[in-house]
């Protein structure tokens, strides 16, 4: 099946420093991917659609200076969260559809577990 | 926006027994589907149906869709401690932008 990889899982970092977080297609191209954030025993907030050599498309009230979304190739899209602080602490998780038929089946990363201290 | 409703927002049954989770939406839809997510983890798609299809099957997995009452319920049967997770619907209601929109989820607990 198709597989989404996310890197990093886990990242701790300073408040005030930048972390980026990729999310890569291992077996088919992406030219869409959705970048979510969930809170603790909450469902999946979409933050942002990701287009590749588009600028991204941010839902509302998602600040997209803050959350920099980045597409270049067909298979991998980044997300920066810049000068980080404690209230970013979240879990992301990215996915990519896959064609199939115009089903729009979602495959999920793994997560990204960020705590700002 | 998080348009879909789940209930119960958490289910604790006995391993062997079925459990049931429903979830209602708002806006006409292409398909629903469902996914599980394990602590911590990302999502993994269980199972999809079409806005025309009624019910669905896959395994020990069982999904209905009423599209009169925009509602979906997902029953697993003789379930098992590793299905212990949380179950989220998902709509799928534009061809075009691909975006789902999921439910609030059920936290399912199987107790050995």
């Known amino acids: 099946g198709a597989v989404v990889s996310q890197h990093p899982s886990w990242v701790i970092c300073k408040s005030g420093t930048s972390v980026k977080i990729e999310c890569r297609s291992l077996?088919?191209?992406?030219?869409?991917m959705f970048w979510y954030r969930q809170f603790p025993k909450q469902s999946l907030m979409l933050m942002a659609t990701?287009?590749?050599?588009?600028?991204?498309?941010?839902e509302q009230g998602v600040e997209k200076d803050k959350f920099l979304i980045n597409h270049a190739s067909l298979t991998l899209s980044t997300l920066t969260v810049t000068s980080a602080h404690p209230e970013d602490s979240s879990f992301y998780i990215c996915s990519a559809p896959r064609g199939d038929s115009g089903k729009n089946i979602q495959y999920f990363g793994a997560g990204t577990r960020l705590s700002v201290l | 926006s998080q348009q879909g409703e789940e209930d119960p927002q958490a289910l604790s049954i006995q391993e062997g027994e079925n459990a049931t989770m429903n979830c209602s939406y708002k806006?006409?839809?292409?398909?629903l589907q469902w996914y599980r997510q394990n602590s911590g983890r990302g999502l993994v798609h269980l199972i999809l149906i079409r806005s025309n299809e009624r019910e669905k099957h896959s395994g020990r997995l069982r999904v209905t869709l009423d599209t009169s009452k925009k509602s979906s319920s997902l029953l697993i049967t003789a379930s098992r401690a590793a299905d212990t997770a949380s179950y989220f619907c998902?709509?799928?209601?534009?061809?075009?932008?691909?975006?789902?929109?999921f439910g609030q989820g059920t936290r399912l607990t199987i107790n050995p």
């Open positions: 806006t006409s839809i292409n398909n």
């Open positions: 990701s287009n590749e050599g588009s600028k991204a498309t941010y």
């Open positions: 077996d088919f191209q992406a030219t869409t």
């Open positions: 998902a709509t799928d209601a534009s061809r075009g932008a691909q975006k789902l929109v």
